[in-house]
């Protein structure tokens, strides 16, 4: 099946910096889809993104599909950013179960 | 999006034991899911549940040990059968939504075997 891998796995930011989440796939994909998962385990959708760049506040991400990577972006951190990052794919013919990556836990200091 | 309900939140159970999840979505839904999320660990796939059949299970997980049913669109079970200590996990029902594909969660079932 497809691989996914997250880099980096574990990232500590000061309030107000900038982070940089990437993905990578081993296949091509029908669905992308980033995640965060918030200290009590709630998993929050944040983009659907497949091919392409998408903005959404504070947070952006580009998923460039011929070289099988995507990028999450998160500008001014704000604590209530830490947690658990998730890429999520599907391939093409996955009956589209998403395969997760193994997260970047991010935690964002006051 | 799709409005997930999902209980109980939280379970300790005996070793032997069996616990039924449910999953309630407040729409019709096509493809639901059940993930298993291991302490410190992400997601995995157990099955894809069916609306009116079998369910479709992922390698490494079985009926007997994972008994799913699907009696209509918005509304599913999750059995965790005779259970040992390394079922310890989190439980989450998932749906897709449509047209957009989007993967929906519900809050997840906090599962702890003694």
């Known amino acids: 099946g497809i691989q996914v891998e997250q880099s980096p796995p574990d990232l500590i930011l000061q309030e107000g910096a900038n982070s940089t989440l990437r993905c990578n796939f081993s296949?091509?994909?029908?669905?992308l889809q980033w995640f965060h998962q918030n200290p009590w385990g709630q998993l929050i959708n944040l983009f659907y993104?497949?091919?392409g760049t998408k903005q959404n506040g504070r947070l952006s991400a580009t998923t460039v599909a011929t070289e099988r990577y995507s990028l999450l972006y998160i500008s001014s951190s704000q604590t209530t950013d830490s947690g658990v990052y998730f890429c999520a794919v599907a391939s093409w013919g996955s009956a589209r179960q998403l395969t997760f990556g193994s997260g970047t836990q991010l935690t964002v200091l006051p | 999006s799709a409005v997930i309900s999902q209980k109980p939140s939280r379970d300790i159970c005996q070793r032997g034991t069996s616990l039924t999840i449910q999953c309630q979505v407040d729409?019709?839904?096509?493809?639901m899911f059940w993930y298993r999320q291991q302490p410190g660990q992400s997601l995995t796939l157990i099955a894809t549940?069916?609306?009116?059949?079998?369910?479709?299970?992922e390698s490494g997980f079985v009926i007997d040990k994972f008994p799913i049913s699907r009696p209509n669109l918005t509304f599913s079970t999750l059995t965790v059968s005779n259970m040992s200590p390394e079922d310890s996990s989190i439980y989450l029902c998932?749906?897709?939504?449509?047209?957009?594909?989007?993967?929906?969660f519900g809050s997840g079932t906090q599962l702890s075997v003694l």
């Open positions: 296949d091509s994909v029908n669905n």
């Open positions: 998932s749906v897709l939504g449509y047209p957009n594909e989007k993967l929906f």
């Open positions: 729409s019709q839904v096509t493809m």
């Open positions: 549940a069916n609306q009116g059949s079998e369910a479709t299970y």
């Open positions: 993104i497949p091919s």
